[in-house]
């Protein structure tokens, strides 16, 4: 049965996939066998992070374009923060995208981030492998960049983007080491505004000039009338060509997996189950009480 479903999703059905993206969100019967059945293709996901407001969606949206352009096929995974105050953005998301959604080279799918602010869906792992079972040349998994998610999502993708804007540019001294470590790509979008050149500049000169294969490109676009999108649809085929034979994949696969062994193990640990058992047994040692789980 599960692999009957795998031999749809691979040969594009569309509708098999977006099942089985449901079957592993909801963890619905039988979903932990079906991603054993997983054979991965050789796709390249690329995540795409930076503040809100830096036109992630926008960038996103004009990066399918010129993906399908190019004759190849994308599927793409929105992560959608939950928040109240989101929603106009995430209506803004909603209508950009929808001219997409009949499209037969372009797959999108929207998550709800169900609240765990600072981290990424809770699935995001296993949904993205999911997408990497199908016909796709290119995967493109969006979120905000907060906190913790920054680390997650270079786990998950083979080429990270960090987008910016030129008004960060008296942060970028004090830029946050996470959105720096993680980026294979910067990108100064909005660069229709003032001082995205100094800006440019400046990122440059700190990310260092190298030609090598570790080279940082840092991409100036509009992502509103897609100037620069050929540039940035360059280097991200450049940088999947020296994907291979690079130990960092090695890392990021121990990181997935460590991930996705403690996600399991905690399985059935839940933290408001803890305080009331600590409260209600009037628990005074601690390590006796963990040992009781252990
Ligand atoms: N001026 C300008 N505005 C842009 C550009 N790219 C995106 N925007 C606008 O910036 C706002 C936020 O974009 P969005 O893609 O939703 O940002 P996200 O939160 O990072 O996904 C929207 O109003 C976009 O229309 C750009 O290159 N130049
Ligand atoms: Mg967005």
């Known amino acids: 049965m599960w692999s009957k479903l795998l031999t749809d999703i691979k040969l594009g059905n569309r509708r098999s996939l977006a099942r089985s993206i449901s079957l592993v969100e909801n963890e619905f019967n039988g979903y932990q066998q079906f991603l054993q059945t997983l054979q991965l293709q050789h796709t390249t996901v690329i995540g795409i992070t930076g503040p809100p407001g830096a036109g992630k969606s926008t960038l996103t949206d004009a990066l399918i374009a010129q993906i399908i352009q190019e004759g190849k096929k994308v599927g793409v995974?929105?992560?959608?923060?939950?928040?109240?105050?989101?929603?106009?953005?995430?209506?803004?998301?909603?209508?950009?995208?929808?001219?997409?959604y009949n499209h037969p080279d372009v797959f999108i799918r929207s998550l709800a981030t169900r609240g765990s602010l600072g981290g990424l869906h809770p699935k995001i792992l296993e949904i993205t492998h999911v997408m990497q079972c199908a016909d796709f040349d290119y995967i493109i998994v969006e979120t905000v960049g907060v906190g913790q998610s920054e680390v997650e999502i270079a786990g998950l993708a083979d080429i990270t983007i960090v987008v910016l804007v030129p008004e960060a540019g008296d942060e970028i001294q004090t830029m946050k080491a996470g959105l720096m470590e993680v980026a294979d790509m910067f990108v100064v979008n909005k660069a229709d505004r003032p001082d995205a050149d100094i800006f440019v500049k400046n990122l440059r000169?700190?990310?260092?000039?190298?030609?090598?294969?570790?080279?940082i490109p840092v991409i100036k676009t509009i992502a509103s009338t897609g100037e620069g999108l050929?540039?940035?649809?360059?280097?991200?085929?450049?940088?999947?060509?020296?994907?291979?034979?690079n130990d960092r994949k090695y890392l990021l696969m121990a990181e997935k997996a460590f991930q996705l062994i403690q996600q399991h193990r905690m399985k059935d640990i839940d933290k408001q189950e803890l305080y009331q058992r600590i409260k209600n047994e009037s628990v005074e040692n601690i390590y006796q009480f963990i040992q009781t789980y252990i």
């Open 77 to 100: 995974l929105c992560v959608d923060p939950s928040s109240p105050f989101n929603l106009g953005a995430l209506l803004g998301d909603r209508i950009r995208m929808s001219r997409w």
């Open 230 to 245: 050929d540039l940035l649809y360059k280097s991200i085929t450049e940088k999947s060509q020296h994907l291979q034979n």
């Open 205 to 215: 000169l700190m990310v260092g000039d190298s030609h090598d294969t570790m080279h």
